[in-house]
Each structure stands twice: as structure tokens, then as C-alpha cells.
């Protein structure tokens, strides 16, 4: 069998130009879709008109929310699911928790993941599949139902009104350019200065510093999440049901309580897995204590 490649030649271009323009549906087609595009053109009405909106069964959960240009599909998934919760136990109409708040985290855990097995793998060879799959994708959008669990019971949540979508939670496409930008680069430095024969000390302190940048630019782009903040809520009839002052942590505890249940991600592997495996401690930046562990797992988290 002839393996050579075979070029695109001159006479099977003019044959398919031929066979184009002797098909009028082809010339229709053509004017149709560069005026109009592809996806309005391809429009069926009838199929529109089957495609109900309205089914037997539905969950009253309040208003629609909207993702936008994110990966944060999870995020809203989990946060409607809590939000159908609390409407439900204070009959309210409708009620929507922020997906900036949890996005905030997730930046800033995910960098610190990165940061700190970015020192863990410093030995490794940059070209090896490891740290290529590290340096891949940072801080991509994708997560899933442990991570979203981790998120939350650490940091709370808050009502949309107390950290709204900014313009950048709306596309995140900048935010998460310039975030992996600056942690491949950081990463870049981390490896050198290893090389240069500095200890795990000094590396500690340049992931801090790095960590404080990491901070800035999510901060710049969504803004600082609340601390404290006022909850004001009334239900179907106008009838004061919850109001107050609370913390992101007391209002999750108070409007809703996470399974029980243990996951591997909640403790840290050997090697990277996930995000929520790593979580920054209260205190302060997280720290690593495996300096040097050899190199097993190099699964990622979904997108």
C-alpha cells in the first residue's frame, strides 16, 4: 500500500468548484449563511416548535441563572441545588447564592495546588509528562462535586447580592490567561532558583510572595470577597423570615448541611489529583511537607 501523502491537486479543486456552483441549493446555501451565519440559517421552525419548554414535572427553584462565557457549569449546578434548599425552608419566591464567591476560592486554590507541587516536582525533567501536565492548565474552569464540597466547607457561601458576577466572572477567558501566564512563569522561577541550589525555606517564601500576587489579580478582576455581609429575607407573602449580620461560613451552616460522607480529595495524595486536595489552612498559605516524593499519579481534575 502507497503510504506517501497525496496533495490536494488543482483538478479535484476545479471538480468540486464545478460541482458547487452547478447546485443551486449550494449558491443559496452559501448566500444565506455568509449574511446571516450558520446556526440561524440551520434553524427548523417545526423542530423549534416540538422542542417544549414546559414539562409534567418541574422543580420550582426559583429564577434561571446564567453562566455566561465560564466554565463554572459545576459551580451553578451545586449552588442551585442549595439554593432550591433554602427556598424551600423559608418560602421564598426566589433566591440565588453567588458564583463569584465560589470562583474566587477555586483561583486561589487551584494557584496554591499548582504553586506547591510545582516545588514538590522541582527534580522532575521539565519535558517529563508530569510537568507538562502541570504547566497545562492551572487554573482551568472545570470542577466537580468534591471540589465544589471542599469549596464550600472551608470558605461558606454568600447571596448573590453580597458578591456579585463581575465582568470577568461573566467571561473568565481573561482572568484565567493572565492567572496561568503569571503561575507558568512563577514556576519558572521557583524551578530555577531550586536549581540554584536554595532550600525548601527560601522556596516557601517566594510561593508566599507569589501567592500574595496570585491574590491581587483575582481580587482586581473579582473583586474581594465579603467577610461579613447582611442577609435580609422575606418570603412569598412579604414576611420577614431571616435577617441579620453573618459570615460566609455561619450562613452556610445555617442554610444548609453537607453530606457526611468522606472523599479521598479531602485528604492530600501523593501526587496531584485535584485542587480541593490541597486547601490553603486558615492560617495562612498552604505548605508542603513531601520535599522530594517520587512521582506516581498525574490524573487531572474535570473540566
Partial sequence: MDTEMKQVGFDDIAAARA?????????????????????????????????????????KQGDRTN????????????????????IRR??????????????????????????????????EPLSGRLVSFLLSDPVGDGGQWDMFRALVKKYGVVPSEAMPDTACCKDTTDLDRYLTRYLRGAAKRLRETHAAGAGGDDLEAMKREMMGEVYRLVA???????ET???????????????????????????????????????????????????????????SSRRGASSTSTSSPSA
Fill in 19 to 59: 460541482g458547487f456552483g452547478a447546485d443551486r441549493a449550494n449558491v443559496v446555501a452559501k448566500n444565506a449563511v455568509t449574511s446571516q451565519g450558520l446556526r440561524a440559517v440551520a434553524r427548523v421552525p417545526e423542530a423549534a416548535a416540538r422542542n417544549t419548554t414546559t414539562f409534567d414535572v418541574e422543580v
Fill in 67 to 86: 453562566q455566561r462565557h465560564s466554565g463554572r457549569c459545576w459551580m451553578f449546578a451545586s449552588l442551585n441545588t442549595m439554593r432550591f434548599r433554602v
Fill in 229 to 287: 455581609f447582611d442577609v435580609h429575607l422575606r418570603d412569598k407573602d412579604d414576611k420577614l423570615v431571616l435577617s441579620g449580620g453573618y459570615t460566609p461560613q455561619r450562613f452556610f451552616s445555617r442554610s444548609w448541611t453537607c453530606p457526611s460522607t468522606t472523599s479521598s480529595r479531602s485528604s492530600r495524595p501523593p501526587r496531584p489529583t485535584s485542587p480541593s486536595s490541597t486547601p490553603i489552612p486558615s492560617t495562612g498559605w498552604a505548605t
Fill in 90 to 123: 423559608y418560602d421564598l419566591k426566589t433566591f440565588e447564592l453567588s458564583q463569584a464567591y465560589p470562583l474566587f476560592w477555586d483561583k486561589i486554590e487551584k494557584s496554591n495546588w499548582f504553586l506547591e507541587n510545582i516545588i514538590d516536582t522541582a527534580d
Fill in 220 to 226: 482586581t478582576c473579582l473583586g474581594e470577597p465579603p
